[in-house]
């Protein structure tokens, strides 16, 4: 369906564009800047709420709201937008994070100008990476992202940015030459006429040897992102020195990019490939899950543990993705969307203790449940959904997964015992890092309010954001059906390419 209105494109620019006013600002106007800034999310996320309702529609598969320009015409180079099922959740859960986040950030006092000009940068580029209809732009969006994160880190970071900003940027760029040769050589093979469109990319073939070298270096650039083992080590280094509204989009919002790549490219235009490596990935992303647990276990930082806690939780979109189940990729998908939110909401909480304690470090805490019950609460009941907590949405997700393990009957009985074993072992370990996390902040020793004065409970704001985190969450575990639908007939119908290699 082609839309009239380029509502994509005015999604992907506006803010975009909008951040190109707050250089002209106040210089000393903080509080203008902030809600400028929040004005313009929020802008944003009711257009997509309006496209959502008024323009996508569930029951079709295809891809919708398409808008082609013509960029680069010697090289065939366009902007093609696009939407469909597995876009779509993506997008809302990138409007509904960034928006919190931009919220979240309002302690933020230094450079208020620049710092909300590269979050509002950033969302652009989310957008426009989930709507990418040309492979050569959905790289380009991929790397939008690294200087905003970078300058992000370097200036409101903690003691080691620089050294976390530039791990960041290596990994992250190393891993995107990986994507930029695989785009370049699929769109230039085997045809006179050169073509970024993964519309054409789909319906093209090639040599099995070939297909297996694009999806490896595909997977190298979408293992940095997600991430896999052995490419996360970036990822807590740069959790513990980001600002907490900086964590909310890393943990909500840019891991997930590499599921979204691993979907998009490597199962609907390499099925041959992700046939042959699916096993592979339900035992790398198996592991991950015990192997995060163990290491989240033993970090003294609180960000860091959380952040080998997002490892771990990624390990089940990994298996979800080599399930080549819909039960699987409903659980994958879902995971996604569920750890999007908890994961954003454990940084903001974790990000308004430092605040109020001034450490990340477990050992310096303690006692404070009394001084600040509502932290408390809150903390306490994202721990639990993150845990998987029957009723909440991590709990359904994860259940998917397994499912999509169990249904699968080309996988051995031997196999997937030993999949949900070690999986399960996984399982079992996350209350216990989660309830040893909550026991030694908020139990034992008591941090006095005459030795920290900034020991004060949420106020309205930080209230408003938690519960706004917590709804969608409790919703989605409680009534699935919230969204599945959105994805349900795209994953039917990639995975009908799939019956046809057996």
């Not at 809600?35 to 529609?57: D, M, N, P, Q, V």
């Not at 890393?250 to 992700?274: D, F, Q, S, V, W």
């Not at 490892?311 to 699987?328: D, P, Q």
């Not at 959904?385 to 009957?409: H, K, Y």
Request: charged share 10%; aromatic share 14%; hydrophobic share 50%.
């Amino acid at each position: 369906m082609i839309s009239n209105v380029p509502w994509l494109t005015i999604i992907v620019l506006f803010p975009i564009l909008a951040s190109m006013v707050l250089p002209m600002l106040p210089k000393n106007g903080s509080r203008i800047v902030r809600w400028y800034a929040l004005g313009i999310c929020i802008l944003e996320f009711l257009l997509i709420l309006y496209i959502f309702y008024c323009h996508f529609r569930i029951d079709d598969e295809s891809i919708q709201l398409i808008e082609k320009f013509s960029w680069i015409g010697s090289i065939h180079f366009h902007w093609v937008l696009g939407i469909d099922g597995l876009s779509m959740g993506l997008v809302l859960l990138t409007g509904f994070v960034t928006t919190s986040a931009v919220l979240a950030a309002w302690p933020v006092t230094q450079n208020t100008r620049l710092f909300y000009l590269l979050m509002l940068a950033m969302y652009g580029g989310q957008i426009g990476l989930f709507v990418s209809r040309d492979i050569l732009l959905f790289f380009l969006m991929w790397e939008l992202e690294l200087i905003p994160i970078y300058i992000l880190l370097c200036m409101w970071g903690g003691k080691r940015r620089l050294y976390s900003a530039t791990k960041f940027l290596l990994y992250t760029a190393g891993g995107s030459i990986f994507l930029l040769i695989g785009a370049l050589t699929m769109s230039f093979y085997g045809t006179g006429v050169s073509s970024f469109d993964l519309q054409d990319l789909t319906n093209r073939s090639y040599p099995i040897a070939l297909e297996v070298l694009f999806y490896l270096g595909f997977l190298i650039a979408y293992a940095v992102k997600l991430p896999i083992l052995p490419f996360h080590t970036w990822l807590p280094d740069t959790h513990g020195e980001a600002h907490y509204s900086t964590s909310m989009l890393l943990a909500g919002i840019l891991l997930k990019m590499g599921g979204y790549g691993l979907i998009r490219i490597n199962m609907e235009l390499l099925p041959n490939a992700h046939s042959i490596f699916a096993s592979w990935l339900v035992l790398f992303g198996a592991v991950q899950i015990v192997y995060a647990s163990l290491i989240s276990l033993s970090q003294r930082n609180l960000k860091r543990r959380i952040a080998y806690s997002s490892i771990s939780h990624m390990g089940f979109v990994i298996i979800g993705i080599g399930s080549l189940r819909n039960t699987g990729l409903d659980g994958a998908l879902l995971q996604m969307i569920s750890h999007g939110l908890i994961g954003a909401a454990l940084f903001f909480l974790a990000g308004t203790c430092y605040d109020r304690t001034r450490t990340h470090f477990l050992d310096q805490l303690g006692g404070i449940a009394i001084q600040m019950p509502r932290i408390f609460t809150m903390f306490s009941i994202f721990s639990m959904a993150s845990l998987a907590l029957p009723g909440m949405s991590g709990f359904v997700s994860e259940l998917l997964v397994f499912l999509g393990i169990v249904t699968n009957p080309d996988y051995s009985l031997l196999f997937k015992s030993s999949v949900l074993i070690v999986a399960t072992i996984g399982v079992i370990l996350t209350p216990i890092y989660f309830l040893s996390m909550l026991r030694r902040i908020f139990y034992g020793y008591r941090i006095s309010n005459s030795s920290n004065p900034y020991l004060i409970d949420f106020g309205p704001r930080e209230i408003f954001i938690s519960i706004c985190l917590f709804l969608p969450i409790l919703g989605i575990g409680l009534y699935p059906n919230i969204v599945l639908p959105l994805w349900n007939k795209k994953i039917i119908s990639i995975l009908s390419r799939y019956a046809f290699l057996k």
